[in-house]
């Protein structure tokens, strides 16, 4: 057990609709970061918080949304969903933020299936 | 940009014997980490083992070793004494430079493990 949660375990949801996915990060982490895994792309990072601010955005779109709130707990907001969007979504937390030593410890994943 | 290459996308080993599995990474930065995750069918992403480019020796946790040759730029991991459990995918990893920090992990394609009996 990585120490980093995410709710829900699955998710299964139609073209068009709204979904929000949790994360709560290893108790001390102040980052938190979220990827993205499908089969034709691989892991790909979205975006970074640290202590509240966003930090870093990667490859995510702007149907995708998402903050970090006071105490930590981060939330990823998905709308207009297509089918494409269907993949395991992770959180993953770390204590720092730009250190190229430090290791990412990742939730369980959120499995997203659009239909 | 950095890129992380796994040539093996399947490899299979006896239960009790030792396997590695290949990584193979490319980048301009002197300063480097470089991690291993195992993802088994459950799906999540377990971290195993990470080298620092300026460590002098090779990582160890437990069954897990890091070969790790820094002017080849490979960092292979070694699975001592297989056992079925460790059948799943594995993925080579670094820490990418990014927006003023070193925010990202970059993944290789990964590499799917069968440990047979």
């Known amino acids: 057990d990585s120490g980093v949660t995410q709710t829900p375990k699955h998710l299964i949801t139609a073209t068009g609709q709204r979904v929000t996915l949790r994360c709560s990060p290893r108790?001390?982490?102040?980052?938190v970061y979220w990827y993205q895994q499908s089969l034709d792309q691989g892991l790909q990072f979205l975006i970074q918080y640290y202590n509240g601010e966003e930090r870093a955005k990667g490859n995510i779109l702007e149907r995708f949304s998402a903050q970090q709130f006071p105490d930590l707990h981060s939330e990823l907001n998905l709308s207009s969903l297509e089918l494409g969007d269907s993949a395991l979504y992770f959180c993953a937390s770390s204590v720092g933020s730009d250190s190229p030593y430090e290791e990412q410890y990742f939730g369980p994943g959120t499995r997203l299936t659009v239909t | 940009a950095q890129k992380i290459t796994q040539t093996q996308p399947g490899m299979f080993v006896q239960e009790k014997e030792a396997v590695t599995l290949d990584c193979t990474y490319d980048?301009?930065?002197?300063?480097?980490?470089l991690f291993w995750y195992k993802q088994p069918s459950s799906g999540e992403m377990i971290f195993l083992i990470y080298?620092?480019?300026?460590?002098?020796q090779n990582a160890t946790e437990g069954r897990y070793s890091l070969n790790f040759q820094k002017a080849r730029k490979s960092a292979n991991l070694v699975i001592s004494a297989s056992q079925l459990g460790d059948s799943a995918m594995y993925f080579c990893a670094m820490r990418e430079p990014f927006s003023g920090g070193y925010n990202k992990l970059i993944f290789g394609a990964g590499t799917r493990l069968a440990v047979h009996p």
């Open positions: 980048t301009s930065d002197p300063s480097y980490g």
């Open positions: 080298q620092g480019s300026y460590d002098q």
């Open positions: 108790s001390g982490d102040l980052s």
